[in-house]
C-alpha cells in the first residue's frame, strides 16, 4: 500500500472485536480512542497496553488510548465505530447525540436483529440518529474473526453505505496490505447476512456437539444460505451480496470455527449443556442466541415463515425448549421436495 491519509479513530465498545478493529486502526497510523464501560478495562489498555479481559495477548499500539469517557471518545473522532452489542446500539448511539456533528463518519460494526422492534442495525441507527447523519452512515461485515484481525491474518470485509462516497472513505482509510475493504451499496443484503449467520453458526455447533462430521454441516450451511437469502431478499437485499463476503463467506467463517462464540455455544448445547448454563459462563456476547428470536418473529412478519425450517428450530430450541434431537428429526422429515423452486 502506498502512504495512507490518516484520522482520528474513535471505537464504541472495547469487547475482542471492537479492540481488535482498535488496534487495526492504530497500526494503520490512526490516532484511536477506544471507549470501555468497564474502568478496569480503561486501566489495561492505558497502563498495562493490552485487554486481559476481552483480547488477552495482544499489545496495543501506542497511537490507541481508552477512555471511560464516552463524550471525549466522540468529540474526538471523525471516524466512529459502534461496536457495541446489538441490544445496546439504540440506547448508546442515542446518547451520542449531543457530541454528534456532520463531520462525522458512523460505522457500524455490529451484527443482529433487535428483539423487540425486530430492526436492524441500520434501522435502529436511523431510528435514533438525526436525519442529517443518516448520509454519514456505514456498516462494516464479512468474514473477520477478531483474534485473526489482531495477529495481522490477511482479512477481506465488506464496507455497505447508501452513499458511495462515504463507502470509499472508509474503505480507503481502513484498508491496509492486510485488512482488504471492498463496498457496496446494499445495506439491506450486509445486515441480513451478518446477522443470520449467526443463528446458522448455533445450528452447525450443536450438530457438530451431537458428534456428527461434514455432512450435516455442509448441508445447513447451504440449505442456512437459501434461508437467509429468502429473508434478506424479502425486505430488498441483492441476491449477489449473499454470496459475497457479507454473506457466503461470514457464514462459512462463523459456522466452522471454535473461533466463533455462536459455533461455540451450538457445540456445548449439543454435547449436552443447557442454555443457560452457556450463556451464564461467559463475558462475551453471542449474538445468535438473542438473533434466533427476533429472526423467527421477522420470517413470520415477512411471510416466509414456511421457508426457515432451520431458523424456526434454532428457536425452539433456544426459546421453547424443544429436544435438539427431536428439532433435527423435524428437520429432516419434512415434505421432500425440489431443491430449487422457480418463479
Not at 65 to 91: E, I, K, N
Not at 180 to 201: F, P
Not at 262 to 272: D, E, Q, S
Request: charged share 20%; net charge negative; proline share 3%.
Amino acid at each position: 500500500m502506498s502512504e495512507k491519509t490518516t484520522t482520528r479513530v474513535g471505537v464504541l465498545g472495547a469487547g475482542a472485536w471492537g479492540t481488535a478493529l482498535a488496534i487495526h486502526a492504530a497500526r494503520a497510523g490512526h490516532e484511536t480512542v477506544i471507549w470501555a464501560r468497564e474502568e478496569e478495562v480503561v486501566n489495561d489498555i492505558n497502563d498495562a497496553r493490552e485487554n486481559k479481559i476481552f483480547l488477552p495477548g495482544f499489545d496495543v499500539p501506542e497511537k490507541l488510548s481508552a477512555t471511560g469517557d464516552m463524550q471525549a471518545c466522540v468529540q474526538h473522532a471523525h471516524l466512529l465505530l459502534s461496536v457495541v452489542p446489538t441490544p445496546y446500539v439504540g440506547q448508546t448511539l442515542a446518547a451520542c447525540n449531543d457530541w454528534l456533528t456532520d463531520d462525522h463518519i458512523i460505522v457500524s460494526c455490529s451484527k443482529g436483529i433487535e428483539n423487540k422492534s425486530l430492526e436492524t442495525v441500520n434501522e435502529i441507527l436511523e431510528r435514533v440518529l438525526p436525519r442529517r447523519l443518516h448520509s454519514q452512515l456505514a456498516y462494516l461485515s464479512g468474514p473477520s474473526f477478531a483474534k485473526e484481525v489482531a495477529l495481522e491474518h490477511p482479512t477481506a470485509v465488506t464496507v455497505a453505505s447508501f452513499m458511495p462516497k462515504v463507502g470509499h472513505e472508509v474503505q480507503e482509510l481502513f484498508s491496509t496490505n492486510r485488512f482488504r475493504c471492498y463496498t457496496t451499496r446494499d445495506v439491506v443484503g450486509v445486515e441480513m447476512g451478518g446477522a443470520l449467520k449467526n443463528v446458522m453458526a448455533i445450528c452447525t455447533g450443536a450438530a457438530t456437539g451431537l458428534g456428527f462430521g461434514n455432512n450435516a454441516r455442509a448441508g445447513l450451511i447451504t440449505r442456512g444460505l437459501g434461508e437467509i437469502s429468502r429473508m434478506a431478499i424479502r425486505k430488498g437485499a441483492s441476491p449477489l451480496t449473499l454470496q459475497g463476503l457479507a454473506g457466503m463467506g461470514d457464514l462459512v467463517l462463523t459456522a466452522t470455527s471454535d473461533l466463533s462464540r455462536n459455533f461455540t455455544v451450538g457445540k456445548r448445547l449439543g454435547a449436552g449443556e443447557s442454555i443457560d448454563e452457556i450463556v451464564g459462563s461467559t463475558v462475551t456476547v453471542a449474538e445468535g442466541v438473542l438473533t434466533s428470536r427476533s429472526a423467527w418473529q421477522l420470517a413470520q412478519q415477512l411471510g416466509v415463515a414456511d421457508q426457515v425450517p432451520i431458523i424456526e428450530g434454532a428457536y425452539r430450541v433456544l426459546w421453547e425448549g424443544v429436544d435438539l434431537m427431536e428439532a433435527l428429526e423435524n428437520l429432516m422429515a419434512r415434505p421432500l421436495k425440489d431443491e430449487w423452486i422457480p418463479r
